[in-house]
C-alpha cells in the first residue's frame, strides 16, 4: 500500500502540472512564454500534453495492476476476516469492557445491534454475541473494483472511440466521416429569449446508412439531450452563421453556394479568384472598434467578406443585405442568412464500463465509511451480573462513548 | 422580482446573524457561562433557516436552480459549511466548533457578497437536472471538508496551547477531534465522488465527452486524490492526529483552489465566460 500512496502522488503531481502549464501548444509559443530551457522540457517531457503522454498511460497501467494485485490477495483475508467477525471469540482482546451490566439485552437494543444469539461455552459460561454491518468490510474492496473499471473503461474509450463533426443548415445532407452514414438535417432552430439569449439550440435530424437508405431513423437533438441512432451518439454541439453566395456574370446565375461563416468558396470560371465569408452580423451596428451585433435577431444583417487573388488581398468590407461586390465582370452577392448547426458524433463502447465503475465507487465509499464493522458480547458473571464487550472497526472512541451511554457505565479496555 | 428583492434582506440579515453568532461564541469562551453558547447555537440555527429561506427566495425569483454562478455557488457553499458544522454540532455535542466554523463561514458568505448578483438566464448547456445534482453535491461536500478543516485547526491550536482549564473541558479530546475530523473527511469524499460522477454525466449530455481533463475536472481529481492519499496514510502509516490534520488542512486548500482558483488562473468550460 506505501507504493500505492506513492503512485497517487505521483498521479497528483502530473495532474497539477497538466493543469498549470497550457497543453497542446507549439514549442515556439512555449519559449515564448517560458524560458527556452523551460520550454524545452516540457516538449522532451511530454508536458505538453500530460495526459495522453505515454508515462502518464503507464502510471495510469501500474496503479491498475496495483489494485488488481491488491484486490486479489485480499479477497481471502477480507471473508476470513468477515467469519471470524460473525462468530463470538474465545477472548475478547482489543475488546472494551464494562462490568456490573444488569440487562444486557436493553445494551444491545440501545446500540441498534439485532438479537443477540444465546451460547454457553464449555465450562458453563453464558453468552450472548452479536455483530452488525459486516458487509461494510468489502467496502474498500468494491471501492477499488470502481476504480479499475473506471480507469480501464476510460482507457479503452480513449483509445478506440469515433468521433465526427458534421455541420450544415437546414435542408442540408452530409456524410458521417467514414461511418457510411448519411445525417440529412431537417430542421433546425435557435431559440431566443425575449432579452436576447438563446434557451435552446434544436436540430431535426434523419440518419441513414448508404447499405440500406430505405431504413431512416429520426430525431430531435438538443444541447443536454443527445440522439442515439445507428450505433452512435448525436450531440448538438455548438452553432455558427451560414449564408448563401451568389455569383452572376451579365445576368447569368453562374454559382450559388452556402456557406460558414470563416469560409471561403472559388468563383469556378476563375480558381484564382476566392471569396470569404468573414463573419456575419445579424443586426450590424458600427463601433470604433469595428462592426458589432447588436442582438442575436436577423434585424439589420450585414456581411463582412473578404476577397482574394491568390494570395493577394483584393479588398474586405462590410456588406449590407442587397449589395454587391463587383470584380472583373462578376456580381457577388450574400443571401439568405441561417443559422447551421454543427453536431457532434460519436461511439464509445466503454462509456457504461467507466459508468458502472463510478456507481461502484459510490457503493464501495458508503460500505467503507457508513456500514461500520461492529461486534458486541455479553458474558454472566457469578454474581449475576453481566460483563459487556464491544469493538468497532473505526472511530473506537465514539464507540466507547456510545456504549458507555448506553450501558449507563463507563468502559475500560480489554488486555 | 420581488422574490429577488427579499433575498437580498435575506442575504444581509443573514450574514449579521453569523457574525452576531461568531461574537456570542467569543463572548463565551470569555465569559464562560453556558446560556451564552445556547444563545449562539439557536441563533446559528436561526442564521441557517433565513439563509435556506434566502436560496428559496432566490429560486423563486430566478424561476430556476439557483445554484449556477459565482455568487449562488459561493452562498451555497456557506449554507452547506454551516448545515454540516451544525450536524456535527449537534452529534458530538461540541459547542466550540461553532466559534471555529462561524469565521470560515463569514469569509464565504463575505466571498459571496463581492459577486454579481445579477440574475442571468442560463445557457443551454447548463439546463440539466445532472448540474443542479453535481452543484448540490458539491456543496455538502465542501461544507464536509470544510468542517474537516476548521476542525484539523482546532486539533492543532489545541496542540499549540496545550488547552488548560475552560478549553480543555469544551474541547473534546485530541483522538476525538481526529476521529471527527476523518468522519468528516469521509463524508466529504463520498460526495465529492458523487459531484465527480454526476458531473461527468452531465458533460457528457452537454458536451459529449464525459471527461476531458478541463482544470476544474483535473482539480477535482486531485482534491479527490489528496483525500484517498489521506485514508491511506491513516491506515497503513497510522497517520493520525497531528499528520492527519496537516493533510486535511491541505485538502482543503485544494478545494478552495478548485474552487475559486481555477476560475481565475486557468481556463476552461467551467469559467463560462
Ligand atoms: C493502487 C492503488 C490503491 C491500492 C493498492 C489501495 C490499497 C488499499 C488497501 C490495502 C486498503 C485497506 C483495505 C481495508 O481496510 O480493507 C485500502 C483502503 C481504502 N482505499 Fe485504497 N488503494 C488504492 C487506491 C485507492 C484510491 C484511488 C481510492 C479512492 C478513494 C481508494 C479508496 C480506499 C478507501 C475508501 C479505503 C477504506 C478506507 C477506510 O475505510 O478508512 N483506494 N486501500
Known amino acids: 500500500m506505501k507504493f500505492a500512496v506513492i503512485l497517487l502522488v505521483i498521479l497528483i503531481i502530473s495532474c497539477v502540472f497538466g493543469s498549470f502549464i497550457t497543453q497542446n501548444q507549439t514549442l515556439s509559443w512555449y519559449t515564448e512564454h517560458y524560458s527556452e530551457r523551460v520550454a524545452a522540457a516540457i516538449i522532451a517531457l511530454h508536458l505538453d500534453d500530460v495526459f495522453h503522454s505515454v508515462w502518464f498511460l503507464v502510471i495510469a497501467g501500474v496503479l491498475c495492476l496495483n489494485l488488481i494485485l491488491c484486490n486479489l490477495t485480499r479477497i481471502r483475508p477480507i471473508i476470513d476476516k468477515i467469519r471470524r467477525a460473525g462468530k463470538a471469540p474465545e ?11 444488569e440487562d444486557p439485552e436493553d445494551v444491545f437494543e440501545k446500540m441498534h445491534f439485532p438479537k443477540p444469539a444465546a451460547d454457553e461455552t464449555e465450562d ?4 450472548l454475541f452479536a455483530s452488525k454491518n459486516r458487509a461494510g468490510l468489502f467496502g474498500a474492496w468494491i471501492c477499488h473494483l470502481g476504480i479499475l473499471l473506471l480507469i480501464v473503461g476510460f482507457v479503452l474509450g480513449q483509445l478506440t472511440h469515433r468521433e465526427y463533426t ?6 442540408e445532407t452530409k456524410t458521417v466521416g467514414d461511418t457510411g452514414l448519411f445525417l440529412e438535417i431537417n430542421d433546425f432552430q435557435v431559440e431566443l429569449r425575449d432579452d436576447d439569449t438563446v434557451s435552446e439550440y434544436r436540430s431535426r435530424i434523419t440518419v441513414y446508412s448508404a447499405k440500406d437508405p430505405e431504413n431512416r431513423a429520426s430525431s430531435e437533438v438538443t444541447v443536454n439531450h443527445p440522439a442515439d441512432l445507428y450505433g452512435y451518439r448525436f450531440y448538438q454541439n455548438s452553432t455558427g452563421y451560414a449564408a448563401t453566395v451568389k455569383v452572376v456574370k451579365e445576368d447569368a446565375l453562374l454559382q450559388e453556394n452556402v456557406i460558414a461563416a470563416g469560409e471561403g468558396v472559388r468563383i469556378e470560371e476563375k480558381p484564382m479568384l476566392t471569396v470569404f465569408l468573414q463573419a456575419f452580423y445579424p443586426d450590424l451596428f458600427m463601433t470604433s472598434e469595428g462592426p458589432k451585433t447588436a442582438s ?6 450585414a456581411y463582412l467578406y473578404s476577397l482574394y487573388y491568390g494570395e493577394d488581398l483584393l479588398g474586405m468590407n462590410v456588406l449590407k443585405e442587397g449589395e454587391e461586390i463587383r470584380v472583373d465582370d462578376y456580381v457577388i452577392t450574400f443571401s439568405d442568412p ?10 464509445d463502447s466503454f462509456t457504461w464500463m467507466a459508468l458502472m465503475g463510478g456507481l461502484i465507487i459510490l457503493i ?21 451480573t453481566w460483563t459487556v464487550y464491544g469493538r468497532s472497526g473505526k472511530g473506537s472512541v465514539i464507540f466507547k462513548e456510545r456504549l458507555e451511554i448506553a450501558a449507563g457505565k463507563p468502559a475500560e479496555s480489554e488486555e | 422580482m420581488v ?33 451564552i453558547s445556547r444563545i449562539a447555537l439557536i441563533v ?9 429561506l434566502a436560496i428559496i427566495s432566490r429560486g423563486i425569483g430566478a424561476g430556476r436552480l439557483p445554484l449556477t454562478n459565482q455568487y449562488e455557488f459561493a452562498t451555497a457553499f456557506a449554507w452547506g459549511l454551516s448545515l454540516v458544522s451544525l450536524i456535527f454540532i449537534l452529534k458530538f455535542r461540541f459547542h466550540l466548533l461553532g466559534a471555529f466554523a462561524s469565521p470560515v463561514i463569514i469569509l464565504i458568505i463575505g466571498y459571496a457578497a463581492m459577486q454579481s448578483k445579477e440574475v442571468k438566464e442560463l445557457m443551454p448547456a447548463l439546463k440539466s437536472g445532472w448540474l443542479g445534482l453535481h452543484v448540490a453535491s458539491a456543496i455538502i461536500a465542501y461544507g464536509a471538508f470544510g468542517v474537516a478543516f476548521v476542525l484539523s485547526l482546532i486539533f492543532l491550536l489545541r496542540d499549540k496551547m496545550k488547552a488548560k482549564g475552560f478549553l480543555d473541558r469544551h474541547i473534546p479530546p485530541a483522538a476525538k477531534l481526529d476521529v471527527i475530523s476523518y468522519r468528516s473527511v469521509c463524508l466529504g469524499l463520498l460526495f465529492l465522488s458523487f459531484t465527480i460522477v454526476s458531473g461527468a454525466i452531465w458533460a457528457e449530455q452537454a458536451w459529449g465527452s464525459y471527461w476531458s481533463w478541463d482544470p476544474k475536472e483535473t482539480w477535482s481529481l486531485v482534491t479527490w486524490l489528496i483525500y484517498a492519499v489521506y485514508l491511506h496514510l491513516r491506515i497503513f502509516a497510522k497517520w493520525k492526529g497531528k499528520p492527519a490534520a496537516i493533510f486535511a488542512t491541505v485538502g482543503f486548500i485544494a478545494v478552495i483552489f478548485t474552487y475559486i482558483g481555477v476560475n481565475t488562473f486557468l481556463p476552461g468550460v467551467h469559467s463560462y465566460k
Open chain 1, 91 to 101: 477472548r475478547f482482546e482489543g475488546y472494551l469492557k464494562i462490568s456490573g451490566v
Open chain 1, 166 to 171: 458534421v455541420y450544415g443548415v437546414a435542408g
Open chain 1, 124 to 127: 458453563g459460561e453464558k453468552r
Open chain 2, 3 to 35: 422574490f429577488l428583492a427579499i433575498e437580498q434582506y435575506l442575504f444581509t440579515s443573514v450574514l449579521i446573524l453569523y457574525v452576531v453568532t461568531m461574537l456570542l461564541y467569543v463572548l463565551y469562551m470569555i465569559l464562560k457561562k453556558e446560556t
Open chain 1, 364 to 384: 464501495g465509499l458508503v460500505l467503507a465509511f457508513y456500514l461500520q464493522q461492529e461486534n458486541l458480547a455479553a458474558v454472566r458473571e457469578d454474581d449475576g
Open chain 1, 338 to 347: 441561417e443559422n447551421y448547426t454543427l453536431l457532434q458524433v460519436k461511439k
Open chain 2, 44 to 52: 446559528q440555527i436561526v442564521a441557517l433557516v433565513l439563509h435556506t
Open chain 1, 296 to 301: 442575436g435577431k436577423m434585424d439589420n444583417p
